[in-house]
Protein backbone atom coordinates (compact mmCIF):
# COMPACT_ATOMS: atom_id res chain seq x y z
CA UNK A 1 0.00 0.00 0.00
CA UNK A 2 1.43 3.87 -0.81
CA UNK A 3 0.57 6.64 0.33
CA UNK A 4 1.78 10.45 -0.76
CA UNK A 5 2.63 13.44 1.27
CA UNK A 6 1.30 16.71 0.56
CA UNK A 7 4.00 17.51 -1.50
CA UNK A 8 2.95 14.41 -4.03
CA UNK A 9 5.65 12.54 -3.04
CA UNK A 10 4.85 8.41 -2.91
CA UNK A 11 6.52 6.35 0.37
CA UNK A 12 5.38 3.13 1.08
CA UNK A 13 3.44 1.70 4.03
CA UNK A 14 4.71 -1.17 6.53
CA UNK A 15 7.76 -2.08 8.65
CA UNK A 16 11.19 -0.06 7.59
CA UNK A 17 14.23 -2.07 5.66
CA UNK A 18 16.55 -2.44 8.41
CA UNK A 19 20.03 -3.21 7.28
CA UNK A 20 20.80 -7.09 7.38
CA UNK A 21 22.69 -7.88 10.57
CA UNK A 22 25.02 -11.11 11.15
CA UNK A 23 28.16 -12.79 12.48
CA UNK A 24 30.91 -11.25 10.24
CA UNK A 25 32.40 -14.65 7.50
CA UNK A 26 35.79 -16.24 8.62
CA UNK A 27 37.15 -14.24 5.28
CA UNK A 28 36.07 -11.13 6.59
CA UNK A 29 37.62 -11.80 10.05
CA UNK A 30 40.50 -13.05 8.97
CA UNK A 31 40.86 -10.09 6.64
CA UNK A 32 40.53 -7.77 10.10
CA UNK A 33 43.15 -9.46 11.77
CA UNK A 34 45.66 -9.47 9.21
CA UNK A 35 45.14 -5.57 8.93
CA UNK A 36 45.85 -4.93 12.61
CA UNK A 37 49.08 -3.18 12.86
CA UNK A 38 50.92 -5.80 15.67
CA UNK A 39 49.46 -8.67 13.19
CA UNK A 40 53.19 -9.29 11.14
CA UNK A 41 55.37 -9.15 14.64
CA UNK A 42 53.32 -11.71 16.41
CA UNK A 43 52.93 -13.93 13.32
CA UNK A 44 56.97 -14.07 13.38
CA UNK A 45 57.25 -14.12 17.16
CA UNK A 46 54.69 -16.89 17.43
CA UNK A 47 56.01 -19.14 14.56
CA UNK A 48 59.52 -18.67 15.58
CA UNK A 49 58.58 -19.83 19.63
CA UNK A 50 56.29 -22.62 18.17
CA UNK A 51 59.13 -24.07 16.05
CA UNK A 52 61.69 -23.86 18.54
CA UNK A 53 59.25 -25.25 20.51
CA UNK A 54 58.87 -28.02 18.87
CA UNK A 55 62.22 -28.62 18.06
CA UNK A 56 63.55 -28.87 21.44
CA UNK A 57 60.58 -31.73 21.83
CA UNK A 58 62.23 -33.55 18.60
CA UNK A 59 65.69 -33.15 19.56
CA UNK A 60 64.91 -34.49 23.17
CA UNK A 61 63.20 -37.87 21.29
CA UNK A 62 65.15 -38.38 18.48
CA UNK A 63 68.38 -38.08 20.42
CA UNK A 64 67.33 -40.10 23.44
CA UNK A 65 68.86 -43.07 22.10
CA UNK A 66 71.93 -41.83 20.88
CA UNK A 67 72.82 -40.00 23.81
CA UNK A 68 72.11 -43.15 25.99
CA UNK A 69 74.36 -45.61 23.73
CA UNK A 70 77.69 -42.96 23.80
CA UNK A 71 77.33 -41.24 27.04
CA UNK A 72 74.89 -43.32 29.40
CA UNK A 73 72.50 -40.48 29.65
CA UNK A 74 69.81 -39.71 27.36
CA UNK A 75 69.06 -36.36 28.05
CA UNK A 76 73.25 -35.08 26.59
CA UNK A 77 72.48 -34.02 23.04
CA UNK A 78 69.20 -32.34 24.08
CA UNK A 79 70.88 -30.50 27.48
CA UNK A 80 73.75 -29.08 24.54
CA UNK A 81 70.57 -27.85 22.73
CA UNK A 82 69.10 -26.21 25.90
CA UNK A 83 72.29 -24.30 26.10
CA UNK A 84 72.15 -22.82 23.02
CA UNK A 85 68.85 -22.12 23.10
CA UNK A 86 69.63 -20.34 26.76
CA UNK A 87 72.28 -18.46 24.66
CA UNK A 88 70.47 -17.59 21.16
CA UNK A 89 67.34 -16.17 22.89
CA UNK A 90 68.93 -13.39 24.18
CA UNK A 91 71.26 -13.07 21.13
CA UNK A 92 68.03 -12.83 19.39
CA UNK A 93 66.55 -10.39 21.57
CA UNK A 94 69.76 -7.61 21.33
CA UNK A 95 69.03 -8.42 17.15
CA UNK A 96 65.28 -7.64 17.43
CA UNK A 97 66.49 -3.93 19.59
CA UNK A 98 69.62 -3.40 17.24
CA UNK A 99 68.94 -0.21 14.70
CA UNK A 100 69.61 -1.10 11.33
CA UNK A 101 72.11 1.54 11.23
CA UNK A 102 73.89 -0.47 13.39
CA UNK A 103 73.30 -3.58 12.12
CA UNK A 104 74.68 -1.94 8.45
CA UNK A 105 78.15 -0.88 10.49
CA UNK A 106 78.96 -4.55 10.61
CA UNK A 107 78.17 -5.61 6.95
CA UNK A 108 81.79 -5.51 5.78
CA UNK A 109 83.37 -6.77 9.22
CA UNK A 110 81.21 -9.87 9.32
CA UNK A 111 81.40 -10.68 5.63
CA UNK A 112 85.32 -10.28 6.21
CA UNK A 113 84.99 -12.35 8.91
CA UNK A 114 83.03 -14.87 6.97
CA UNK A 115 85.71 -15.39 4.31
CA UNK A 116 88.02 -15.88 7.08
CA UNK A 117 86.79 -18.54 8.48
CA UNK A 118 85.57 -20.28 5.02
CA UNK A 119 88.77 -19.78 4.36
CA UNK A 120 90.45 -21.54 7.26
CA UNK A 121 87.99 -24.37 7.04
CA UNK A 122 89.06 -25.33 3.62
CA UNK A 123 92.75 -25.60 4.69
CA UNK A 124 92.28 -27.27 8.16
CA UNK A 125 88.50 -27.76 8.58
CA UNK A 126 87.53 -30.77 10.00
CA UNK A 127 86.04 -33.77 8.36
CA UNK A 128 82.52 -35.03 9.22
CA UNK A 129 80.64 -37.67 6.90
CA UNK A 130 82.47 -36.35 3.76
CA UNK A 131 82.35 -32.59 4.31
CA UNK A 132 85.36 -30.38 5.24
CA UNK A 133 83.03 -27.99 6.65
CA UNK A 134 83.95 -27.76 10.32
CA UNK A 135 86.01 -25.53 12.11
CA UNK A 136 87.71 -26.36 15.48
CA UNK A 137 88.35 -23.67 18.02
CA UNK A 138 90.03 -24.93 21.10
CA UNK A 139 87.51 -27.76 22.92
CA UNK A 140 84.40 -26.59 20.21
CA UNK A 141 83.65 -27.02 17.14
CA UNK A 142 81.69 -24.45 14.88
CA UNK A 143 80.31 -24.09 10.98
CA UNK A 144 81.29 -21.03 9.49
CA UNK A 145 78.78 -21.54 6.57
CA UNK A 146 76.32 -21.27 8.78
CA UNK A 147 77.74 -18.02 10.37
CA UNK A 148 78.39 -16.83 6.20
CA UNK A 149 74.96 -17.41 5.40
CA UNK A 150 73.46 -14.41 7.72
CA UNK A 151 76.88 -12.45 6.87
CA UNK A 152 76.00 -12.69 3.33
CA UNK A 153 72.66 -11.22 3.35
CA UNK A 154 73.55 -8.52 5.78
CA UNK A 155 76.13 -7.59 3.09
CA UNK A 156 74.52 -7.54 -0.02
CA UNK A 157 71.39 -6.11 1.39
CA UNK A 158 73.60 -3.11 2.61
CA UNK A 159 75.18 -3.03 -0.49
CA UNK A 160 72.38 -2.67 -2.75
CA UNK A 161 70.62 -0.19 -0.21
CA UNK A 162 73.76 2.02 -1.06
CA UNK A 163 72.93 1.40 -4.37
CA UNK A 164 69.11 1.83 -4.55
CA UNK A 165 68.86 4.57 -7.16
CA UNK A 166 72.22 3.13 -9.05
CA UNK A 167 70.33 -0.03 -9.55
CA UNK A 168 69.32 0.04 -13.11
CA UNK A 169 72.52 -0.88 -14.38
CA UNK A 170 73.67 -4.35 -14.46
CA UNK A 171 77.30 -3.79 -13.80
CA UNK A 172 75.61 -1.89 -10.22
CA UNK A 173 73.34 -4.85 -9.71
CA UNK A 174 76.48 -7.47 -10.21
CA UNK A 175 79.43 -5.70 -8.59
CA UNK A 176 80.75 -6.66 -6.07
CA UNK A 177 77.64 -8.87 -4.68
CA UNK A 178 78.02 -11.37 -7.16
CA UNK A 179 82.27 -11.97 -6.97
CA UNK A 180 81.71 -11.54 -3.32
CA UNK A 181 79.34 -14.42 -3.04
CA UNK A 182 80.94 -16.84 -6.04
CA UNK A 183 83.92 -16.28 -3.56
CA UNK A 184 82.11 -17.58 -0.36
CA UNK A 185 80.40 -20.70 -2.35
CA UNK A 186 84.07 -21.72 -3.64
CA UNK A 187 85.29 -21.95 -0.30
CA UNK A 188 82.11 -23.95 0.95
CA UNK A 189 82.79 -26.34 -2.51
CA UNK A 190 86.21 -26.92 -1.73
CA UNK A 191 85.38 -28.37 1.55
CA UNK A 192 82.67 -30.49 -0.38
CA UNK A 193 79.72 -29.00 1.20
CA UNK A 194 77.10 -29.10 -2.15
CA UNK A 195 74.14 -28.46 0.05
CA UNK A 196 75.20 -25.08 1.58
CA UNK A 197 76.77 -23.85 -1.56
CA UNK A 198 73.01 -24.33 -3.38
CA UNK A 199 71.99 -22.33 -0.23
CA UNK A 200 74.13 -19.96 -1.06
CA UNK A 201 73.32 -19.79 -4.63
CA UNK A 202 69.47 -19.43 -3.73
CA UNK A 203 70.47 -16.39 -1.41
CA UNK A 204 72.15 -14.91 -4.61
CA UNK A 205 69.24 -15.66 -6.77
CA UNK A 206 66.85 -13.91 -4.38
CA UNK A 207 68.86 -11.09 -3.90
CA UNK A 208 69.37 -10.40 -7.43
CA UNK A 209 65.32 -11.23 -8.16
CA UNK A 210 64.21 -8.48 -5.37
CA UNK A 211 66.80 -5.90 -7.04
CA UNK A 212 65.27 -6.52 -10.56
CA UNK A 213 68.14 -8.63 -12.08
CA UNK A 214 66.89 -8.80 -16.29
CA UNK A 215 65.29 -12.75 -16.31
CA UNK A 216 68.19 -14.10 -19.21
CA UNK A 217 70.53 -13.19 -16.13
CA UNK A 218 68.55 -15.86 -13.83
CA UNK A 219 69.04 -18.61 -17.22
CA UNK A 220 72.49 -17.99 -17.51
CA UNK A 221 73.09 -18.53 -13.48
CA UNK A 222 71.11 -21.59 -13.44
CA UNK A 223 72.64 -23.17 -16.64
CA UNK A 224 76.27 -22.50 -14.74
CA UNK A 225 75.22 -24.22 -11.64
CA UNK A 226 73.24 -27.16 -13.42
CA UNK A 227 76.70 -27.49 -15.38
CA UNK A 228 78.97 -27.22 -12.07
CA UNK A 229 76.97 -29.08 -10.21
CA UNK A 230 77.42 -32.36 -12.89
CA UNK A 231 81.12 -31.60 -12.81
CA UNK A 232 81.33 -32.36 -9.37
CA UNK A 233 78.99 -35.24 -8.87
CA UNK A 234 81.08 -36.85 -11.58
CA UNK A 235 84.21 -35.98 -10.12
CA UNK A 236 83.21 -37.56 -6.63
CA UNK A 237 82.63 -40.94 -6.46
CA UNK A 238 80.78 -40.54 -2.95
CA UNK A 239 78.33 -37.49 -4.48
CA UNK A 240 77.71 -39.41 -7.29
CA UNK A 241 76.59 -42.51 -5.47
CA UNK A 242 74.07 -40.57 -3.25
CA UNK A 243 72.55 -38.55 -6.65
CA UNK A 244 72.23 -41.91 -8.30
CA UNK A 245 70.14 -43.69 -5.28
CA UNK A 246 68.49 -40.73 -4.53
CA UNK A 247 65.23 -41.58 -6.17
CA UNK A 248 65.13 -45.00 -5.71
CA UNK A 249 67.12 -45.57 -2.26
CA UNK A 250 66.25 -49.47 -2.54
CA UNK A 251 68.74 -50.10 -5.10
CA UNK A 252 71.21 -49.91 -2.51
CA UNK A 253 69.65 -50.27 0.11
CA UNK A 254 72.58 -51.13 2.45
CA UNK A 255 74.74 -49.19 0.90
CA UNK A 256 73.92 -45.56 0.22
CA UNK A 257 70.61 -46.25 0.02
CA UNK A 258 70.13 -47.24 3.81
CA UNK A 259 69.42 -43.75 5.31
CA UNK A 260 67.51 -41.82 2.75
CA UNK A 261 65.27 -45.82 2.89
CA UNK A 262 64.79 -45.45 6.73
CA UNK A 263 63.86 -41.84 6.36
CA UNK A 264 61.19 -43.25 4.30
CA UNK A 265 60.29 -46.11 6.62
CA UNK A 266 59.64 -43.47 9.61
CA UNK A 267 57.63 -41.08 7.04
CA UNK A 268 55.29 -43.84 5.75
CA UNK A 269 54.76 -45.63 9.55
CA UNK A 270 53.72 -42.20 11.12
CA UNK A 271 50.50 -42.33 9.43
CA UNK A 272 48.01 -39.34 9.71
CA UNK A 273 48.50 -38.42 13.64
CA UNK A 274 51.89 -40.44 14.16
CA UNK A 275 52.86 -42.99 16.67
CA UNK A 276 53.39 -40.73 19.79
CA UNK A 277 56.24 -38.70 21.07
CA UNK A 278 59.12 -40.89 21.92
CA UNK A 279 57.50 -43.64 20.07
CA UNK A 280 59.71 -43.68 16.51
CA UNK A 281 61.26 -46.91 15.56
CA UNK A 282 63.84 -45.57 13.33
CA UNK A 283 65.76 -43.88 16.12
CA UNK A 284 66.88 -46.90 17.45
CA UNK A 285 70.18 -47.10 15.35
CA UNK A 286 68.25 -47.71 11.97
CA UNK A 287 68.53 -44.21 11.34
CA UNK A 288 71.67 -41.99 10.74
CA UNK A 289 71.93 -38.43 11.63
CA UNK A 290 68.12 -39.14 13.54
CA UNK A 291 67.90 -35.67 15.40
CA UNK A 292 70.56 -33.61 12.61
CA UNK A 293 69.95 -33.50 8.98
CA UNK A 294 66.88 -36.17 9.23
CA UNK A 295 64.66 -34.71 12.23
CA UNK A 296 62.11 -34.21 9.93
CA UNK A 297 61.64 -38.24 8.99
CA UNK A 298 61.66 -38.79 13.09
CA UNK A 299 59.35 -35.83 13.30
CA UNK A 300 56.88 -37.23 10.97
CA UNK A 301 56.97 -40.75 12.24
CA UNK A 302 55.87 -39.51 15.69
CA UNK A 303 54.07 -37.16 14.85
CA UNK A 304 52.48 -38.20 11.69
CA UNK A 305 51.23 -35.88 8.47
CA UNK A 306 49.58 -33.35 11.26
CA UNK A 307 52.72 -32.75 12.73
CA UNK A 308 54.79 -32.23 9.36
CA UNK A 309 52.15 -29.78 7.42
CA UNK A 310 52.63 -27.81 11.08
CA UNK A 311 55.88 -27.44 10.50
CA UNK A 312 56.19 -27.19 6.79
CA UNK A 313 52.91 -24.47 7.98
CA UNK A 314 54.51 -22.07 10.28
CA UNK A 315 57.82 -22.07 8.21
CA UNK A 316 55.32 -20.52 5.95
CA UNK A 317 53.87 -18.40 8.05
CA UNK A 318 57.12 -16.99 8.55
CA UNK A 319 57.67 -16.54 5.16
CA UNK A 320 54.52 -14.51 4.61
CA UNK A 321 55.00 -12.54 7.39
CA UNK A 322 58.79 -11.34 6.45
CA UNK A 323 56.93 -10.26 2.89
CA UNK A 324 54.87 -8.38 4.58
CA UNK A 325 57.76 -6.41 6.28
CA UNK A 326 59.87 -6.52 3.05
CA UNK A 327 56.67 -4.78 1.42
CA UNK A 328 55.62 -2.85 3.76
CA UNK A 329 59.11 -0.90 4.77
CA UNK A 330 60.30 2.27 3.27
CA UNK A 331 64.16 1.39 4.27
CA UNK A 332 65.61 -0.69 1.25
CA UNK A 333 68.36 -2.39 4.05
CA UNK A 334 65.16 -3.68 5.69
CA UNK A 335 63.52 -4.66 2.33
CA UNK A 336 66.48 -6.64 0.54
CA UNK A 337 67.73 -7.97 4.24
CA UNK A 338 64.44 -9.33 5.37
CA UNK A 339 63.48 -10.77 1.98
CA UNK A 340 67.04 -12.60 1.71
CA UNK A 341 66.84 -14.18 5.12
CA UNK A 342 63.18 -15.16 4.31
CA UNK A 343 64.95 -16.78 1.20
CA UNK A 344 67.81 -18.63 2.97
CA UNK A 345 65.15 -19.89 5.64
CA UNK A 346 62.78 -21.27 3.45
CA UNK A 347 65.15 -23.07 0.78
CA UNK A 348 67.17 -24.42 3.54
CA UNK A 349 63.31 -26.27 5.23
CA UNK A 350 63.08 -26.99 1.59
CA UNK A 351 65.87 -28.80 0.51
CA UNK A 352 65.69 -30.69 4.30
CA UNK A 353 62.24 -31.87 3.51
CA UNK A 354 62.85 -32.91 0.19
CA UNK A 355 65.80 -34.68 0.98
CA UNK A 356 64.65 -36.82 3.91
CA UNK A 357 61.10 -37.78 1.12
CA UNK A 358 64.14 -38.65 -1.40
CA UNK A 359 63.04 -35.79 -4.04
CA UNK A 360 66.36 -34.38 -3.52
CA UNK A 361 70.17 -36.35 -2.83
CA UNK A 362 71.20 -36.51 0.85
CA UNK A 363 73.44 -33.29 1.09
CA UNK A 364 73.44 -32.93 4.62
CA UNK A 365 71.32 -29.31 5.72
CA UNK A 366 69.95 -29.15 8.65
CA UNK A 367 66.41 -28.14 9.69
CA UNK A 368 66.08 -24.13 10.47
CA UNK A 369 65.40 -24.44 14.48
CA UNK A 370 64.33 -27.84 14.49
CA UNK A 371 67.48 -29.54 13.93
CA UNK A 372 70.11 -30.05 16.98
CA UNK A 373 73.07 -28.00 16.43
CA UNK A 374 74.27 -24.32 17.76
CA UNK A 375 76.29 -23.60 14.61
CA UNK A 376 72.63 -23.33 12.79
CA UNK A 377 70.35 -22.38 15.63
CA UNK A 378 72.38 -19.25 16.60
CA UNK A 379 72.81 -17.71 13.25
CA UNK A 380 68.81 -18.39 12.40
CA UNK A 381 67.64 -16.86 15.83
CA UNK A 382 69.29 -13.73 15.13
CA UNK A 383 68.43 -13.23 11.29
CA UNK A 384 64.59 -14.01 12.58
CA UNK A 385 65.15 -11.57 15.43
CA UNK A 386 66.47 -8.65 13.05
CA UNK A 387 62.93 -9.55 11.39
CA UNK A 388 60.98 -9.35 14.34
CA UNK A 389 62.57 -6.24 15.13
CA UNK A 390 62.14 -4.69 11.54
CA UNK A 391 58.21 -5.89 12.09
CA UNK A 392 58.40 -3.57 15.77
CA UNK A 393 59.63 -0.74 13.89
CA UNK A 394 56.92 -0.51 10.99
CA UNK A 395 55.00 3.18 12.15
CA UNK A 396 51.54 1.57 13.06
CA UNK A 397 53.55 -1.57 14.67
CA UNK A 398 55.41 1.49 16.17
CA UNK A 399 52.54 3.61 17.19
CA UNK A 400 50.57 0.54 18.53
CA UNK A 401 52.76 -0.80 21.11
CA UNK A 402 53.78 3.09 22.46
CA UNK A 403 49.85 2.91 23.44
CA UNK A 404 50.37 -0.10 25.26
CA UNK A 405 53.38 0.80 26.64
CA UNK A 406 51.51 4.12 28.09
CA UNK A 407 48.24 2.54 28.97
CA UNK A 408 50.00 -0.16 31.18
CA UNK A 409 51.73 2.52 32.51
CA UNK A 410 48.80 4.59 33.15
CA UNK A 411 47.25 1.49 34.72
CA UNK A 412 49.88 0.81 37.00
CA UNK A 413 49.92 4.63 38.29
CA UNK A 414 46.11 4.32 39.17
CA UNK A 415 46.83 1.19 41.00
CA UNK A 416 49.31 2.90 42.93
Known amino acids: ?46 ATALLLTLGLIMVLSASSVYSYSRTGDSYTVVRRQLMWVAFGIPC ?3 ASRASPRWVRGLAYPAFSLSLLLLALTAVIGVQINGNTNWLALGPIQIQPSEIAKLSLVIWAAHIYANKERRLRSLHQMLVPVVPGMVLATTLVVVGRDLGTALVFFAILIAML ?9 FMLALLAVSALALGLAATDTERLARIATFADPFKDYHGHGWQPAHGLYAMSSGGIFGEGIGASQQKWGQLPEAHTDFIFAVLGEELGLVGTLLVVGLFLVIAYAGLRVARETRDPFVRYCTFGIVIWLLGQMIINVGMVLTLLPVIGIPLPLVSYGGSSLLPTL ?23 RRARSAGLSARG
Open 1 to 46: MTTANPEGTRFRLGRPRLPRLGRPSWAAALKDALDRPLTTYYLLLG
Open 209 to 217: WVVGAPTRL
Open 92 to 94: AWL
Open 382 to 404: VALGLVIGFARREPAAARALAQR
